[in-house]
């Protein structure tokens, strides 16, 4: 069923789509956009795997509409405007790095200088703002960031901000169960919640307009940090280390801006603490290592480029917390950030468990398969795979466990286990069983040379287990099957060839092709 329907200035159109619709829209009068992607006109986009999006426009448009939907509707109350001068006060800092890094830039024939008051990752005044948003579940968190990143590349400046998420339910780019750091260089368009932030480059073409991809990514191999606090913070700070490193580097990356997505569990006051009385322990140590914490530096602590602005979608509460917790972060921080509210949209939709199963079994898919939001609207074409099983070493990221209370001496309370890795016995059948249909990340062990990891060795059983998780994700493979008297594991991976590593972690993603 076709019809046209007439947005009126600054209004959105919002739409839900059901499990098998899909639902064409071309712009055929006027101007609008959806999460910042500027929509082109008379150019058709099909919309569906479920998506729940709002069609903006500044100035008024004509949609044409194609299919059904669950739900669609037109409303004024927008958070849009928000965003906007958002994303102009972000437009000034960006320029004024950028004129910071420009003035003291070594010249050309001696790119490598470093001249006196040379602009670097521990110059503030070369650092665009890094923003980390936080919220509840469905309260719009990875909409908000991907219109700012949207805006940023939509400035025609050539900014490259970083998209820094740390919310392993959702693998942005990639599959789920990952945190990552990827640069955006175009914008991104939005038809499908399984690629909502592009595809990246080992997933063959990119998703729309957008280029492909290259995340810098870890393994967390769980949906939520409350699964395991303690892994979880040490691969925030791993990959905060990483990003750092990076910037020192990247000019054009530090004077772009860094924008960090949470999960939901950050937002809970409880999660990722021993201590009952010490609250919103995941959004302290993100702030902290977002800020160099733990990282060696030339400069002091208040000189290195850190979060300077924590925004707070929607929730009265949680903002009002966040103003308490500022006090008690170090003094550097504390005084930099800059804590503001973000209306939460209308038209964020809550979801429930099967919803996300559903997206995340599709993002797995995506990676494997391809999807027809392609340019090429070609599948890929995955191989499967036998490897001898003594040829592997897999570990399980499993979660932390409560000590029983019989277990613990009279008076004493119970505490988390700092249970992190455990390696598969392949000599047991029931832990070969836990293998099939499971998502496995292919990692490279840490160098005995990486910064990071200056200690490391070759595992061998007594290796510091925080080295091995701090380990770079390199891909993905599915076990599909499993031959214990061959001794042989059948994989499915990406593309033919050597595969990247022979090493690999997994935990609770599983996918199962049908």
Same mark, same amino acid.
């Given at each position: 069923?076709?019809?046209?329907?007439?947005?009126?200035?600054?209004?959105?159109?919002?739409?839900?789509?059901?499990?098998?619709?899909?639902?064409?829209?071309?712009?055929?009068?006027?101007?609008?956009?959806?999460?910042?992607?500027?929509?082109?006109?008379?150019?058709?986009?099909?919309?569906?795997?479920?998506?729940?999006?709002?069609?903006?426009?500044?100035?008024?448009?004509?949609?044409?509409?194609?299919?059904?939907?669950?739900?669609?509707?037109?409303?004024?109350?927008?958070?849009?405007?928000?965003?906007?001068?958002?994303?102009?006060?972000?437009?000034?800092?960006?320029?004024?790095?950028?004129?910071?890094?420009?003035?003291?830039?070594?010249?050309?024939?001696?790119?490598?200088?470093?001249?006196?008051?040379?602009?670097?990752?521990?110059?503030?005044?070369?650092?665009?703002?890094?923003?980390? %948003?936080?919220?509840?579940?469905? +309260?719009? *968190?990875?909409? $908000?960031? =991907?219109?700012? /990143?949207?805006?940023?590349?939509?400035? #025609?400046?050539?900014?490259?901000?970083?998209?820094?998420?740390?919310?392993?339910?959702?693998?942005?780019?990639?599959?789920?169960?990952?945190?990552?750091?990827?640069?955006?260089?175009?914008?991104?368009?939005?038809?499908?919640?399984?690629?909502?932030?592009?595809?990246?480059?080992?997933?063959?073409?990119?998703?729309?307009?957008?280029?492909?991809?290259?995340?810098?990514?870890?393994?967390?191999?769980?949906?939520?940090?409350?699964?395991?606090?303690?892994?979880?913070?040490?691969?925030?700070?791993?990959?905060?280390?990483?990003?750092?490193?990076?910037?020192?580097?990247?000019?054009?990356?530090?004077?772009?801006?860094?924008?960090?997505?949470?999960?939901?569990?950050?937002?809970?006051?409880? %999660?990722?603490?021993?201590?009952? +009385?010490? *609250?919103?322990? $995941?959004? =302290?140590?993100? /702030?902290?290592?977002?800020?160099?914490? #733990?990282?060696?530096?030339?400069?002091?602590?208040?000189?290195?480029?850190?979060?300077?602005?924590?925004?707070?979608?929607?929730?009265?509460?949680?903002?009002?917390?966040?103003?308490?917790?500022?006090?008690?972060?170090?003094?550097?921080?504390?005084?930099?950030?800059?804590?503001?509210?973000?209306?939460?949209?209308?038209?964020?939709?809550?979801?429930?468990?099967?919803?996300?199963?559903?997206?995340?079994?599709?993002?797995?898919?995506?990676?494997?398969?391809?999807?027809?939001?392609?340019?090429?609207?070609?599948?890929?074409?995955?191989?499967?795979?036998?490897?001898?099983?003594?040829?592997?070493?897999?570990?399980?990221?499993?979660?932390?466990?409560?000590?029983?209370?019989?277990?613990?001496?009279?008076?004493?309370?119970?505490?988390?286990?700092?249970?992190?890795?455990?390696?598969?016995?392949?000599?047991?059948?029931?832990?070969?069983?836990?293998?099939?249909?499971?998502?496995?990340?292919?990692?490279?062990?840490?160098?005995?040379?990486?910064?990071?990891?200056?200690?490391?060795?070759?595992?061998?059983?007594?290796?510091?287990?925080?080295?091995?998780?701090?380990?770079?994700?390199?891909?993905?493979?599915?076990?599909?099957?499993?031959?214990?008297?061959?001794?042989?594991?059948?994989?499915?991976?990406?593309?033919?060839?050597?595969?990247?590593?022979?090493?690999?972690?997994?935990?609770?993603?599983?996918?199962?092709?049908?």
């Amino acid at each position: 069923m076709s019809r046209v329907v007439t947005v009126p200035a600054l209004n959105e159109f919002r739409l839900e789509l059901d499990v098998s619709q899909e639902l064409s829209v071309r712009l055929v009068e006027g101007r609008a956009e959806v999460n910042g992607f500027e929509l082109s006109l008379n150019k058709w986009s099909t919309l569906k795997d479920e998506l729940r999006c709002s069609i903006y426009t500044w100035t008024g448009c004509k949609l044409e509409v194609n299919g059904s939907s669950l739900v669609e509707y037109t409303s004024n109350e927008t958070p849009l405007i928000s965003y906007l001068n958002l994303h102009l006060a972000f437009e000034q800092q960006r320029i004024r790095a950028r004129n910071a890094h420009s003035q003291h830039a070594p010249s050309p024939e001696k790119p490598n200088e470093r001249l006196p008051g040379y602009a670097n990752a521990v110059d503030p005044a070369s650092s665009a703002y890094r923003v980390m %948003v936080i919220g509840q579940e469905d +309260s719009g *968190k990875s909409t $908000l960031s =991907k219109t700012l /990143l949207n805006y940023a590349a939509r400035t #025609g400046k050539g900014w490259t901000p970083i998209f820094v998420n740390l919310d392993p339910s959702d693998g942005g780019p990639l599959p789920p169960g990952t945190l990552s750091a990827t640069a955006y260089s175009t914008s991104t368009q939005t038809t499908s919640p399984i690629n909502a932030f592009g595809s990246s480059s080992t997933s063959g073409a990119a998703l729309d307009n957008s280029a492909a991809l290259i995340p810098q990514a870890l393994p967390y191999a769980h949906a939520s940090p409350a699964r395991n606090p303690k892994v979880y913070k040490v691969l925030a700070e791993a990959l905060a280390r990483r990003l750092d490193m990076r910037l020192e580097r990247d000019a054009k990356a530090r004077s772009s801006g860094v924008f960090i997505d949470t999960p939901a569990a950050f937002s809970s006051p409880n %999660v990722g603490s021993d201590d009952k +009385s010490s *609250k919103y322990d $995941l959004i =302290k140590h993100a /702030l902290h290592v977002f800020n160099g914490g #733990g990282f060696p530096r030339s400069m002091s602590t208040a000189d290195n480029p850190q979060v300077d602005v924590l925004l707070v979608i929607g929730h009265e509460k949680l903002y009002i917390e966040m103003q308490r917790l500022q006090s008690s972060l170090d003094a550097s921080l504390a005084q930099k950030l800059k804590i503001l509210k973000v209306p939460k949209s209308g038209g964020a939709v809550e979801t429930d468990d099967a919803y996300r199963s559903r997206i995340q079994a599709g993002q797995i898919k995506s990676f494997f398969y391809g999807s027809m939001s392609n340019l090429s609207d070609e599948q890929l074409s995955p191989q499967s795979m036998t490897i001898k099983i003594d040829n592997l070493k897999v570990f399980k990221i499993t979660e932390d466990k409560v000590a029983p209370s019989s277990a613990l001496p009279i008076g004493a309370s119970r505490v988390l286990e700092n249970t992190q890795l455990e390696r598969v016995n392949f000599e047991s059948s029931s832990q070969l069983l836990t293998l099939v249909h499971s998502l496995l990340y292919l990692v490279k062990w840490p160098d005995a040379n990486d910064v990071l990891n200056k200690h490391a060795k070759e595992f061998e059983g007594d290796l510091d287990s925080k080295d091995l998780i701090r380990a770079d994700l390199v891909g993905f493979l599915i076990v599909t099957a499993i031959d214990s008297t061959k001794r042989t594991i059948t994989v499915l991976a990406p593309s033919p060839g050597r595969l990247p590593s022979l090493n690999a972690v997994f935990g609770s993603f599983e996918w199962q092709d049908t």
